[in-house]
């Protein structure tokens, strides 16, 4: 039977390895070698546990549910690619895999302001 000891390590494990797979993925895809996001349950079967068991360990690891910092790491993507205003911001929301339209909504959301506003106030 595992301690508490090695749970803990176990937990801090998988969240080490999301992460690093996050930013792994994400850079995939705005590179072209992935095509497209994965799901949630397709992330959990690559690190090898279960959905359920990503989401409760991320959410007893830092609170919030894994969907969470996979939608921050995105954004935090998309600002990247906005810092360069030679690129259009329907290409920046196209190498995201997003609709135009549904990456404004999308980033709207999570930051306040459009795609235009964002790269205006840089």
């Known amino acids: 039977m595992k301690n508490n000891s090695q749970i803990n390590s ?17 850079n995939d895809v705005v590179n072209g070698r992935v095509l497209e996001f994965m ?6 079967s ?3 546990i279960s959905h ?11 609170g919030e ?6 939608d921050e790491k995105i954004i935090l993507m998309a ?4 810092k360069d205003k030679k690129v259009s911001i329907a290409n920046v929301s196209l190498s995201l895999t997003y609709d135009p339209s549904n990456f404004s909504k999308f980033f ?5 302001m459009t795609p235009g506003e964002f790269r205006k106030k840089m």
Request: charged residues 30%; proline residues 2%; positive net charge.
């Open 10 to 26: 176990r937990s801090k494990e998988i969240t080490t390895k999301y992460f690093q797979f996050l930013d792994q993925h994400i």
């Open 39 to 44: 799901e949630l349950n397709q992330i959990a």
């Open 46 to 48: 690559e690190l090898a």
């Open 52 to 62: 359920q068991h990503l989401t409760d360990t991320i959410r007893k690891e830092t």
């Open 65 to 70: 549910h894994p969907c969470h910092f996979y």
């Open 79 to 82: 600002k990247e690619l906005l």
């Open 108 to 112: 709207k959301k999570w930051t306040g």
